[in-house]
Every structure is written in C-alpha cells, then in structure tokens.
C-alpha cells in the first residue's frame, strides 16, 4: 500500500486541506476537526483500501485506519501542511464552521489532548505492570538499581504527566508550548513541592494559597493552559509586535501560576477527587451490577466516542490513588468482541470473511477492536449483540472480584500485567472474565449465527455462502446479487474523456473504482440501466445506483460542485427508488455551473470494480444519452 497515496485520497475525502482544523491520531484512527463536515465525502473516504470505515462522533470526523494509522498521520506530514503546528493552531483558535457545541465540544477536548499520550502511556504502562509483577515474586528487589532505572523510565510519564498534558492542551488551543510546559514545570518545582510536603503556611501577597500536590494530576493543567491561550490571544492583541515575544509569556506566567494555585489547582484535584469517588462508590455498592454495565456497553460508547469521557478519570484514578478499579470491567469488552469475531471465523463459510475475521480476532486480542467491530461483528448485527452479552458476563466478574489496574494501556494481551498488584489479588479474576467474555461470545455468535454473504463457488459462480444449491434465483435471496457480466448505457449526452483527465485525483487515481468521464452537452442525466438509486445526495450533485445484476455506479456531475449547495440541480429521485433504463434522474443547468467557475465533466464511475474481472469503454468522442456506454466483465465468466 501506498500510504502517501492513500494520505492525498484521505485529504481529498475530508474536503481537502483548507478544510482540516485539526488533526490528531490514537491507535487506529485518525480525528479529524474540520471546518464544515458538510464539505467531507464519507462515501469516498470509506472505498478506499485503507480505511476500515469512517465515523462523525464527538466532534470530530473519525477515519477508522487500523494499525498502520501512524504512518498514513506522517504520510499526510508529508504530502500537506496539516500536521505544521503554527496552522493547527491558527486554525484551531479561529473557529469556524467546524466548532462544535455542547458535549461534542467536550469529548473533542478530551481526545485531542489524550489521544497522542496514548501510545507512550500504554508502554510504560506494560513496563511498570512487568516491574509489579518482577517485584512481587521477588525477580528484582525494589532497592536493586536495575529495577530503579527501569522504574524511572515507566514512572516519568505519570509523575510529569501535567507537562505532557500541557503539551497537547497548548496545541489544541493555540497557546504557546513553551509557556505552557514552564507553567507544568513550576507546579512540580521542587520548592513548590516541599511548601505542600513541610505544610508550610502559604500566602501570595496576602491571598492564601492552599498547597496541593500536582504530580500525575490531570485537571488543573488542563484548566491552566486553556485559560493562559486565551489571555495570550488577549496581549497578543494589545502588544506591540516588536516586543511581545517576551511580554506575553512574562505576563501569562506571572498572572497564570499565582491563579493555577489559588484556584485552578485545589478546585481540579478536588474534582477530580469527586468524580472518582463516585465512580468508586456505584462500584463498592455494587460492583457486580457495576461491571457488568460498563462491560456490555464500553464498546458501544467506543463506537459513538463518548469513552472519552471515562479516560481522565481512569488515569486520575491511578494518579492518585495509585489503582484504579473501573478500568478493569472495560477489558471484558474488548475480549468479548474479540470472541465474537472467532466465532464469525468459526462459522462463516464466505473465504473473505473467515480471512477477515480471523486477522481481526488476532488484532483485537491485542487491544485493536476497530477491525473487529467496524470489519466484522457489527456490520452482521448479531455478533455484535453477542459481544455485549459476553461483555456483561466478564465485566460482572472482573468488578465482583475487585481487580484493579496500577498503570494505564489499551486493554490486551499485552497490557495484562498492568492489573497485576501486590499479592495478585484481583488478577485471577480479570483471566476468569477476560476468558468468559471471550467464550460465551464466540459460542453465542455460533449458536445465533448471522446471514452469511454471497461466496464465489469453486467453477467461479456465486452463491449463498453454507448453500449447495448454486442457481442463481436462490443466490440473489436476501438483496444478494451475483456480479455477472453486463453494458452499461450512457447516462448523459456529451464528450467522452478518460478519467485520468479528471481533475480530482480521487477520479482521476480510480481510486473509486474504474469508469468513464463526459463532458455534458446538454443537463440531463437518466438511469443506465435497470436497478435501485441507493444514494441521492442532499446537494444534488451526485448520485448511485445499483443494477439487478449488482453493478454499482456513481455519477458525479461536476468538480466540486458540492459547493454549490443544490443550486442549479433538480433531483427527480430519492433514494430507494426504483428505475429503469432512461428513466429522468437528474436535471441540472450546464452554462450557469461553468459560469460559476466549476468544471462540469461528470465522472461516472463503476463503485464495486474489483468485483469484476475488469470495466472498459465501449465508445469514443461523441456519445448520445442510451449509447451504449461501458462494459462490465464478470470474473471467470467465458
């Protein structure tokens, strides 16, 4: 795979690089914030090889990659200025049609600033779980020097978590890092620390200061840094430029520190204190219903982005306290997935999806669940549901055995030593519902089934997959429809071009798919052949329809044209409709598009290529609306 190819496809689908705020990745996606999300191809995004599936949640466009999301974040480094840090910012402080309201706003903070931590945060996290279990059974002696310096190196993230915090809440709100990381800095100045430590009376002319220990805490950098980018925005406006360079971050530290202590400080470690209580408490008064609940539904607040919300706590919780006791019921979740996924592998007789499955079982038990969930158990529905019964099961035993987490990472295979404390208590319970949550799922997704998709026969027909009865009418049950040969009639009047002339690369690439272009003469685009309009664009600009026989076609009238909003097209269909070959789908007016500075050459375009042997044209130069157009090979068909 190209991922710098990929990279250009991805930044045309959100809407091209004006268009992109911000973006940040976690472990499989990249999070996009953009301007107008109006303005992002979902359709496309998703057709692409590389993407799993794309989802808006939280804010934020999440374009779902799997494990290779690091290198498609610096492929698009690479091909655009996305990633340069002075635009992010600009942009992220502008607004725009982008910024989001209410708990969208909310989570959108959330991720951006937690999300890059995630990767480093789930290494050490491993490496301190390892030393717990080194020390425990007595492998490394705690006062031994080997296990000081490895404990150093999985320690520091979490005893300076508030400059790395004060990192990614700079750039996620304009303000300068610098600044940020020395106000970090100050609250872990050691004088600081020994004012807290000694309980020393301390005042700021006159104001009392209640001291508070800000090593691994979380809210009140976070609460610091937003606020100092906004008042540097202020001084940036009042400063002149040839000296704010050194008053802006002079006057920001000696207004910030002094408010981060007085106020910031105690109001976010007692909040933080508070929710974590909390939490604790719906857990000690019941921790088997507890787990169970958040281990049915952690995925699916995964899959809307809402999880986000949890993420600080857990790691307050182990700031703090030193453990964390919800995280735990969480990992049920993933392991149950996981165990839906074999059991697709297990049952279906489709070869794709059993290879899907499969990769997606082996990824999953290591804490990737996208390709899981996205790729396999929810797109079939049932497994799904298998998934969170299983889920409820695991996380009810994990909560009613007290397992706890003593450093943070993505639940896994790997990650498991993170639950192993002093003594190991909790940690069988976390293998004995890890390992339910994983059974009961896969036997349920094999008991309940799901209705497995059209396979290719071994003499290249299609059928039912799990059926022996390879006749076409009983393969097509179920809208399955068998990919034979078939023309293509030309859906417009006009000029026909390559695509490779089409000044989109997403056309122009194939990377939708194989097809034709055609410069309109005339603003009339009818159906080209017999089958359902499946897609109707709200601006009228596009438009997809698929055949009896399962050809998938787009027709795109226009470059760009989506900018439009509707004007100058008027729809005859909606989707679900059903047409015939000739029928009036579309009417738009060719001279006012070109007067308003868009190209009008209409790619029209074979979705599902790679179902087909191969898709080439029938015609050159001129062709006339019903022409016929393309041919579309079936594969193995003689």
């Keep these: 795979m190209s991922y710098e190819k990929l990279a250009k496809e991805i930044i045309q689908g959100v809407g091209g690089e004006k268009n992109v705020v911000s973006l940040i990745h976690c472990a499989t996606r990249l999070r996009f914030t953009l301007k107008d999300n109006s303005k992002a191809d ?18 934020q466009l999440q374009v779902v990659i799997g494990n290779t999301v690091p290198e498609v974040y610096n492929a698009i480094g690479n091909v655009s200025g996305i990633l340069n840090e002075s635009k992010s910012a600009s942009k992220s402080s ?7 309201k209410g708990i969208g706003s909310v989570i959108d903070v959330i991720s951006s600033i937690f999300a890059p931590l995630l990767g480093v945060m789930a290494g050490a996290g491993i490496l301190k779980g390892l030393l717990l279990i080194a020390s425990n059974f007595e492998w490394l002696q705690k006062t031994d020097t080997t296990y000081i310096i490895l404990y150093a190196a999985a320690d520091a993230l979490f005893y300076f978590l508030p400059m790395l ?19 970090a800095g100050a609250l872990l100045y050691p004088t600081i620390i020994q004012l807290k430590t000694d309980g020393v009376a301390t005042h700021f002319f006159g104001i009392p200061v209640v001291m508070m220990s800000y090593s691994s805490t979380v809210i009140p950098i976070i609460l610091s ?6 008042l540097e925005k202020v001084c940036n406006r009042f400063i002149h430029d040839s000296v704010k360079n050194f008053l802006t971050p002079l006057i920001s530290l000696v207004i910030m520190l002094p408010v981060t202590l007085i106020v910031f400080g105690p109001f976010g470690v007692y909040v933080g204190n508070a929710i974590a209580d909390g939490l604790l408490s719906a857990f000690s008064f019941s ?19 809402v999880h986000w919300g949890l993420v600080p706590v857990f790691i307050n919780n182990i700031a703090v306290f030193g453990k964390d006791g919800i995280k735990p019921a969480a990992t049920a979740s993933v392991f149950a997935q996981t165990g839906a996924a074999f059991g697709v592998m297990l049952r279906t007789k489709n070869k794709k999806l059993k290879t899907l499955a499969g990769s997606a079982t082996v990824t999953a038990l290591f804490g990737i669940t996208e390709p899981a969930v996205y790729g396999v158990t929810l797109p079939l529905k049932r497994p799904f549901i298998a998934g969170v019964i299983g889920g409820a099961v695991g996380g009810a035993i994990i909560g009613q055995a007290g397992t706890q987490a003593f450093a943070s990472g993505a639940p896994g295979l790997l990650t498991l030593p993170i639950f192993y404390g002093p003594g190991g208590q909790g940690f069988p319970g976390l293998i004995i519902g890890i390992t339910a949550s994983f059974l009961v799922s896969a036997i349920l997704t094999y008991v309940m089934g799901f209705k497995d998709p059209v396979d290719e026969t071994e003499d290249g027909s299609k059928q039912v997959a799990g059926s022996n009865n390879t006749d076409v009418s009983d393969a097509l049950k179920g809208n399955e429809v068998v990919k034979a040969s078939q023309k293509v009639l030309s859906p417009l009047s006009g000029t026909i071009h390559l695509l490779s002339d089409v000044p989109d690369p997403a056309f122009s690439s194939e990377a939708m798919g194989k097809g034709i272009a055609i410069k309109p003469s005339e603003g009339r685009v009818v159906a080209p ?11 009228k600009h596009a438009l997809a329809v698929v055949s009896d026989s399962g050809a998938e076609m787009l027709i795109h009238v226009g470059i760009d044209t989506v900018k439009l909003d509707g004007q100058y097209f008027t729809s005859h269909v909606k989707e679900g409709d059903v047409v015939t070959a000739g029928q009036l789908l579309l009417e738009f007016d060719v001279e006012q598009i070109a007067a308003a500075g868009y190209e009008t050459v209409t790619p029209v375009i074979v979705t599902n290529s790679t179902d087909y042997e191969d898709v080439y044209a029938l015609q050159k130069g001129d062709i006339k609306m019903q022409d016929e157009l393309l041919q579309i090979v079936g594969k193995d068909n003689n």
Aim: charged share 15%.
């Design 529 to 539: 052949f017999d089958g359902k309009v499946t897609v109707a664009f709200k601006k």
């Design 165 to 183: 915090l004060a990192v990614t809440t700079a750039r996620k709100f304009g303000g300068n890092t610098f600044t940020a990381l020395t106000m």
């Design 94 to 100: 502008g607004g725009g049609q982008g910024a989001k």
């Design 287 to 305: 921790p088997l219903i507890a787990g169970a609940i958040l281990g049915a539904s952690w995925q699916i607040l995964v899959i809307f982005g």
């Design 42 to 59: 979902k359709a496309a995004l998703q057709k692409n090889d590389g993407v799993i599936t794309v989802k808006e949640s939280g804010g």
């Design 225 to 230: 840094v937003i606020v100092m980018s906004q």
